[in-house]
Structures are given as structure tokens and as C-alpha cells.
């Protein structure tokens, strides 16, 4: 069973969606980085149910620091976060706990822990767990900041309602992602924002869901951060991006739509500008063999539809095997894409730090090892 990820700074999740508590620990943040929690809370606050088109199960989410802080700042040991658990409806499973719900991780579930699994609300396979995962990614989101760093991320499309892409260079993005960081409704775009909400609605009122695409970018990371071949920049990011659930498709600036280009429409063109190198265009999404480039980094996200619908489906028993119709009940979500929004910037946030940290940590010992020849 595998609950961590990464290699510089280690992310290690706990809980199940109706557990006591879940959470996680950070180890390998280095001592001495005082904490924004009004930051912290605000991003949380981002990833809550609201309205009518989101669960009516409403959590508080408040967040207790119990090792690794010390007067505000980190003290070098692991950092540990906990969100108590307070507004469950276990009942609300009862009736599907042998019933495998469509599209759940129900079955997969009981094959490998054999039944032991928690299965109210999904357990550890909820995402409710990407609380504590926001919590965590605040505080990387702080650490890239300071080193002029921003990451952000927006509902580039929903269902069939679509977003205004993200311009195509560092400081136009830069100005994009600070109006986004106030925005409740992820949208570049006001008209999008009306859309996509009438179509999360219009789900939610025949009792079905919808999906989308999520487009992230990072700006202000510097040439030079990942590795060629199995620790890519591309790799450890969708590493981390699959990790989230619901999420089922990941690309890279044009993504598949280089399948349908020539080279020389695609290629991008390397050019010299205000003392550095860039390119002309950004068909690659700032990066190349698996390094940044210093042009923004774009990804595009694809999130399915939540699977817990209220229309009625075909399932089995998973005691008896006998053929089911199912009909769930309880508080599920029309649409999570607004609410994946914050999570998706929390992972990347932390798979970037993760890599960032080696950059820096190599570039320390090339500058010492110049010094030394000197």
C-alpha cells in the first residue's frame, strides 16, 4: 500500500472520507518558513461544496498543525496536518455497501483489501482526502511564491461550455493568474462562467453529472528544472496529477493536437529577448526533453464526470453476484471541476517544489565546485 509521494519533500496522506480524521505529513521542508494560514484557509475555502451546484455535505475543514511548526514557522521535523471529519451520513451507505457502484472504485476496493476497506462515502479512495492535500500544497504554493514562482488554474472547459485559453507568455499569464486567485468560479471569462454553470445545473436536475478539462499553467520557473526520460518534468507532474481522483487525461502544451500538425507548424522558434533565450512560440508547453524552458509551463487536465449520478443503473452484488439496479443516494456533487480547480494547483505545486528543490540544490554544489577552481 502506497499513501507517498515524492522524493526532496515527502507528501504522505491519511484518513478515509468518513474516518475520525484525515491528513497529511510533509517531511523535508526546510526550518525556518514561517506559515501563511489565512492563506492556508483561503485555499480551502476554494475547494468547499457551495451552492446549488456542488454536495450539501458542508465541512468545515479546519486545520490543525500538531508537529513540525513552532512559533509560526517550520522547525526542519515532519509537518503533520489534521481535518477532523464532522458532517458525515454514514447511513447513506448502508444500502450500497455489497451494491458496486458504476465507475466507483467500490470493486477494485474489495479485491485488494479483501473487504476490510471502509466503504462509507468511498473511504480512502473519497475525494475528500484532497482536503489536506490543498492544506499541504498551500504551503509549497508559499515556498514557489517566494521565489517568483505562481502556478493557477482555470475550467478550460465543461461539458461543451468553453474558457478562454491562457496567453501565451510569462507576464501576459501573470496577470491572469492574479485575477483567478480571487475568483470563486474558476473562468478566465465572465460568459464562460454563466455557461458552465447552467450546465452543471441542468445536469444536477436530471440527477446525472459532467466533466471537463482543467488548463494549469506555471510561471517564473526557471530553464533548467527536471530530468530527461523516467524523472521528466512531464512524468512527475502527471504523476501527481493521477493521483487525484477523477482525473483520467493529461497533456502538455498542444497535447494530442500534435497528431494532426506538420513539425514546421509546431516547431517553436528560439529567439533572444530581454537577455535571455525564449521561444517564439509555445507549442511544448515550456518544456523540452523533459526540462523547463522558461516559457510557461501548460497542462491541460481532463476530469471525468462525477460517477455518483442519481439516475438508476446496472450493478451486482459483490457478495451474491446477482444483477442490481442501483440508485444512489445521499449528497454527491453534479460537477467537481470548479471544486478540482485548487487541488490540481495544490499537486502541481508540490511535484514542481519537489523538483525545484533539486535544481537548486545542484546548481548550489556546481557554484561551489567553481568557487573551489577559482
Known amino acids: 500500500m502506497k499513501n507517498t509521494i515524492g522524493t526532496h519533500i515527502i507528501c504522505t496522506i491519511f484518513g478515509e472520507s468518513h474516518g475520525d480524521a484525515i491528513g497529511v505529513c510533509l517531511d523535508g521542508l ?46 526542519g521535523t515532519p509537518l503533520t496536518i489534521m481535518i477532523e471529519n464532522q458532517d458525515m451520513h454514514s447511513a447513506d451507505y448502508d444500502a450500497t455497501k455489497y451494491r458496486l457502484r458504476p ?38 504554493l508559499q515556498i514557489l511564491k517566494d521565489h517568483g514562482i505562481m502556478i493557477g488554474t482555470h475550467m478550460e472547459q ?29 473562468t478566465l471569462n465572465e460568459d464562460a462562467e454563466a455557461a458552465m454553470r447552467s450546465v452543471i445545473e441542468q445536469a444536477a436536475q436530471v440527477g446525472d453529472s459532467v466533466g471537463g478539462i482543467l488548463e494549469s499553467a506555471v510561471i517564473g520557473l526557471p530553464a533548467g528544472v527536471g530530468e530527461p526520460f523516467f524523472d521528466s518534468l512531464e512524468s ?80 451486482i452484488d459483490r457478495i451474491s453476484h446477482e444483477a442490481q439496479i442501483l440508485q444512489i443516494q445521499g449528497r454527491h456533487d453534479p460537477a467537481i471541476i470548479h471544486r478540482a480547480c485548487v487541488v490540481i494547483d495544490s499537486v502541481l505545486a508540490l511535484a514542481i517544489l519537489d523538483l525545484y528543490m533539486e535544481r537548486c540544490a545542484s546548481l548550489s554544489i556546481q557554484a561551489k565546485r567553481k568557487e573551489e577552481n577559482l
Open 30 to 75: 526546510p526550518a525556518g518558513i514561517q506559515i501563511d494560514m489565512e492563506f492556508m484557509k483561503a485555499q480551502l475555502e476554494k475547494r468547499k461544496a457551495k451552492d446549488r451546484i456542488s454536495t450539501q455535505r458542508h465541512e468545515k475543514d479546519e486545520v490543525r498543525i500538531i508537529s513540525g511548526l513552532f512559533e509560526g514557522y517550520t522547525c
Open 103 to 140: 465507475s466507483h472504485a467500490d470493486y477494485t476496493a474489495d479485491e485488494k483489501y479483501l473487504g476490510y476497506q471502509d466503504y462509507r462515502g468511498g473511504g480512502h479512495f473519497s475525494g475528500r482526502i484532497t482536503a489536506p492535500l490543498v492544506a499541504a500544497g498551500a504551503i509549497a
Open 158 to 186: 465543461c461539458h461543451k461550455a468553453k474558457d478562454t485559453l491562457f496567453e501565451a507568455t510569462n507576464q501576459a499569464i501573470k496577470l491572469q493568474l492574479e485575477t483567478l486567485a480571487n475568483k470563486e468560479f474558476p
Open 236 to 315: 512527475v507532474i502527471a504523476h501527481y496529477l493521477y493521483s487525484v481522483p477523477a482525473v483520467k487525461g493529461v497533456s502538455f502544451g498542444f497535447g494530442f493536437a500534435f497528431a494532426n500538425a506538420y513539425g514546421s507548424q509546431v516547431n517553436d522558434a528560439i529567439l533572444f529577448d530581454q537577455n535571455k533565450v525564449q521561444t517564439k512560440t509555445n507549442h511544448n508547453g515550456g518544456i523540452n526533453g523533459g526540462i523547463s524552458n522558461g516559457m510557461p509551463i501548460i497542462i491541460h487536465t481532463c476530469i471525468k464526470p462525477t460517477p455518483s449520478i442519481y439516475k438508476e443503473q446496472e450493478t
